[in-house]
């Protein structure tokens, strides 16, 4: 998989700089009143390629803590089930070994009565 994920950004990313290039001229970028930037539109291009990547990384890792804390959260939850679950099991055993101890008891009554 990610040699398909690497081929499909690389296709894009050379289709991109490929466009890019056959951009060449000069325009200016408006950032802020009185702050303008001249370069040409190829470049401008790049650049807006490369801090969209830098996004998209960034949302990325986001999800990724996020994942990470949410699977923290189930982990914890598990581990409590898992304690209440061996909890319940040594009380059964409990209840069984009572009940098996009584059961003879009963039978050997019942044998006697009979």
């Known amino acids: 998989m990610r040699q398909i994920n690497f081929v499909v950004i690389f296709v894009i990313a050379l289709a991109l700089v490929l466009f890019g290039i056959e951009n060449t001229e000069p325009v200016i970028i408006h950032i802020a009143p009185g702050i303008d930037v001249e370069s040409p539109l190829c470049v401008e291009l790049i650049m807006a390629m490369g801090i969209g990547a830098v996004f998209a990384w960034v949302f990325s890792v986001w999800a990724q803590v996020q994942g990470y804390m949410s699977f923290g959260k189930q982990m914890q939850q598990r581990e409590l089930r898992i304690e209440q679950l061996e909890k ?20 050997e009554e019942g044998e006697a009565l009979a």
């Open 88 to 107: 319940d099991v040594e009380r059964y055993q409990v209840e069984l070994e009572e009940q098996s101890l009584m059961l003879p008891a009963a039978q």
